[in-house]
């Protein structure tokens, strides 16, 4: 028997495998059993669906420590507006254009995956 430790859609599992013989017979396995894991703060859902804009996305996994723009501020170009926290270092994530905050999608402390949506710029 070998014995796995993986995660499937963000949740840790505890997997233990055993090796068949040649006929492909084996012992049946225990079922795999949720690994316990630690409660962590969540993206909110997002507010009313923007159509249109710029999708400013987190580059990476992470844990936002600031937002610095509310809905309807003006932002320019390279500004920054969050600041992740990953692998303990802290990153600012800017605009990718100029325009207006349509939408800001997150709030301090929560947990962000590479590609989460932070805000739309229109």
Not at 5 to 22: H, K, L, M, R, S
Not at 32 to 57: D, I, L, R, S, Y
Not at 81 to 89: D, Q
Not at 100 to 111: D, E, G, M, P, R
Request: proline share 9%.
């Amino acid at each position: 028997m070998k014995r796995y430790n993986i995660t499937v859609n963000g949740t840790p599992y505890d997997v233990v495998v055993e090796e068949a013989d040649a006929n492909g017979v084996s012992d049946p396995a225990p079922a795999a059993a949720p690994a316990p894991a630690k409660p962590a703060a969540k993206a909110e859902p997002a507010p009313a669906q923007v159509t249109g804009g710029t999708n400013v996305e987190s580059p990476m996994p992470g844990v936002i420590l600031d937002v610095k723009v509310n809905v309807g501020d003006k932002v320019t170009e390279g500004q920054a507006l969050f600041v992740l926290e990953a692998m303990k270092m802290e990153n600012d994530v800017n605009a990718p254009c100029a325009g207006t905050v349509a939408s800001v999608n997150v709030s301090k402390q929560a947990n962000v995956e590479t590609g989460t949506v932070l805000a739309v710029i229109k």
